[in-house]
């Protein structure tokens, strides 16, 4: 996928782009108004990473031009601006979904792939990885030919490891993907190990390969073997 | 007192001692010129009395006519004395009447033998004057008296309005407040100067404030993005293959510590938000309803610590941004959670009035007055001490009133609508 980020913070772009072009995605990025304003009129992307404090403009304006000349690109605002208001301007004006510096990469990842998928196929949302087999619509999981009965955590829990398959992924970020970031679980990391240990009996009692790898301390890896 | 009062009972105590002495030194001067004029025509007569002796070597006729009496006794000359003048009461003839007078005695000798000369003048004429002049200073003290007061009472409060009118403007007075104080023109230079400094005072003080507020705000916000670079360079990190568990454990330390600070900074923006009045959109939430989600999300939360939730919820639907219900709801659960024991109880309990959430715990008491203080945590809490400090404020936002007790065992948190 194509996706443009828009972030004036060199060294937080450098991680965002590393991150995503390991997986051979095209990533192009404008540290301006100017050059971001250039880019959109230009190009089409799949997705682009919008920063709302920019130098030379409001990231706000940004949206509204890309609205305005009607493109498809999916819009992700990515600001330390917590305020509800922006939150609520930005969807009202026709971004696809909000997050809030800090965030994990991994989180941004899943939620760039939601928005990727949900604006390329239109409406027949399947993930495929390997035998996995997911229909984002009727949230059902197949595998091969038979089905998987998921808990809403669990299906939850594999959408996000495949979005992030390759990458390590924190306890802290499944913890806050799955309970939203409200409540603070930083001493109970526990019971995510018992929804993963759930997930992974059920994907190795459907015949799948055991893909989750956990690695000590920091968190899981999801990763075709 | 007040100053009015203050100042009333000081003039009018000055006004009437300066009265009553110079009452007592006007009437004491009056008197004794009036008595000296009457002694002067004493005098005149005497002389007469004795400038007729000593031509025609008799008395005059003795009498009385108008204001005047003239008698005459003979005495013994071994019982000579002094002249000397005297206050007596006579019967004046004319007026058929006993009045008040002033005498002269003295002895004059005719043709050898001694008499003594008495002659009194009446001193009715000089008592009317002297009462006359006592009445008319007597009123004017009193016109001058309540003079005073009227001009006090109603003059005085109209002078001092632009101060009390100030004053009322301190006391409600708040610095988050966005109402500026209102300075009313005056012509006294007094309150001109007094509004003057209390306005630039307030203004200052609201700067000031203000600028606090803004650098709490700037500096969370500013702190943000860096945060995010800490995370997503550690995010970066651990695709970096072969880690030692001992490195993992280090990285998942700093995860956790990065958590924390982003979540302090979001509450401190949070609380910077609540107290500028940012918060908009109002709507009509279903409290019990809201309860319910939230317990369900806590779910697996209670379950890990075998904590026994009993609710009694009664429908109840409040108006509030959905957000601040959102949170306070989540604080006060994961208060109640969190400083939980394993196998301990929580009870919620909703009606029209009032939520209360208690929950088993230490057995410590909290400090009723400090729980909701920013920062403020006992030794065992885990937490950053902001989740109450921010539900306070919600509560304070909507006037609900938000109250601690420690009742039975249980710490107990109460929401009143």
């Keep these: 996928m194509k996706i443009l980020l828009i972030e004036d913070e060199s060294s937080l772009s450098e991680s965002i782009i590393t991150y995503f072009t390991e997986e051979g995605n095209i990533c192009e990025t404008a540290m301006d108004y100017k050059s971001a304003m250039e880019k959109i009129n230009i190009y089409n992307y799949d997705c682009i990473l919008l920063d709302l404090t920019l130098p030379g403009g409001d990231g706000m304006e940004i949206l509204r031009a890309i609205k305005k000349i009607n493109k498809k690109d999916g819009v992700l605002i990515i600001s330390a601006r917590h305020a509800l208001d922006d939150k609520l301007d930005g969807l009202n004006l026709g971004a696809d979904d909000y997050l809030v510096k800090p965030f994990h990469l991994s989180e941004l990842k899943a939620r760039v792939t939601a928005i990727v998928r949900r604006k390329s196929y239109d409406g027949s949302n399947i993930i495929t990885f390997n035998e996995i087999q997911i229909d984002t619509q009727a949230m059902s999981v197949k595998t091969g030919d038979s089905v998987l009965i998921l808990t809403r955590k669990e299906y939850d829990l594999l959408v996000y490891f495949i979005a992030n398959n390759s990458k390590v992924i924190t306890k802290s970020a499944i913890a806050e993907h799955l309970w939203g970031d409200e409540i603070d679980l930083s001493d109970h990391f526990d019971f995510i190990y018992t929804h993963i240990k759930n997930l992974r009996k059920k994907l190795v009692e459907a015949g799948c390969k055991d893909y989750i790898k956990s690695m000590y301390g920091v968190g899981y890896k999801f990763e075709n073997i | ?417």
Aim: aromatic content about 10%; glycine content about 4%.
């Design chain 2, 1 to 417: 007192m007040k100053l009015a009062t203050k100042y009333n009972r000081v003039t009018l105590i000055a006004s009437i001692i300066v009265f009553v002495f110079t009452g007592v030194i006007y009437y004491s001067v009056i008197h004794y010129i009036l008595t000296d004029k009457l002694d002067r025509d004493l005098a005149i007569e005497e002389d007469e009395i004795a400038a007729y002796v000593k031509t025609y070597g008799k008395l005059p006729q003795a009498g009385s006519f108008k204001e005047q009496k003239v008698s005459y006794h003979l005495i013994d000359p071994a019982h000579d004395f002094e002249r000397r003048y005297f206050y007596n009461d006579y019967f004046n003839e004319s007026e058929q009447r006993i009045e008040p007078g002033r005498s002269l005695i003295r002895t004059i000798e005719v043709n050898g033998k001694l008499y003594s000369v008495t002659v009194t003048k009446s001193r009715v004429e000089s008592e009317d004057l002297v009462r006359i002049i006592f009445l008319i200073t007597l009123s004017i003290t009193i016109v001058l008296l309540v003079t005073l007061l009227l001009i006090n009472r109603f003059v005085l409060n109209n002078i001092w309005k632009p101060f009390y009118e100030i004053l009322s403007q301190m006391k409600a007075f708040n610095l988050a407040d966005k109402n500026d104080i209102q300075i009313e023109p005056t012509k006294i230079d007094e309150f001109t100067e007094l509004n003057a400094a209390v306005a630039s005072m307030s203004l200052r003080v609201k700067q000031d404030y203000r600028e606090l507020k803004s650098f709490t705000d700037n500096a969370s916000h500013e702190m943000m993005t860096p945060l995010a670079v800490i995370n997503s360079k550690l995010d970066t990190l651990i695709q970096t293959e072969t880690f030692s568990d001992s490195q993992g454990e280090l990285i998942g330390d700093i995860y956790v510590a990065v958590g924390k600070l982003s979540r302090l900074n979001q509450s401190l923006l949070m609380l910077a938000k609540i107290e500028n009045n940012l918060i908009g959109d109002q709507e009509t939430i279903d409290l019990d309803e809201l309860i319910r989600q939230k317990t369900r999300q806590f779910q697996e939360l209670l379950q890990s610590q075998d904590i026994n939730l009993k609710t009694e919820l009664a429908g109840k639907q409040i108006n509030m941004n959905k957000h601040l219900a959102d949170m306070l709801i989540n604080n006060l659960l994961s208060n109640a959670i969190r400083h939980n024991y394993k196998g301990g109880e929580i009870y919620i309990h909703l009606n029209e009035k009032e939520l209360s959430i208690s929950n088993s715990g230490s057995d410590d008491e909290l400090i009723a007055s400090k729980v909701f203080e920013r920062f403020y945590k006992n030794a065992a809490s885990e937490g950053m001490g902001l989740g109450l400090a921010i539900s306070n404020q919600i509560c304070n936002l909507y006037h609900f009133k938000l109250n601690y007790a420690y009742q039975d065992t249980r710490h107990v948190f109460k929401v009143s609508f």
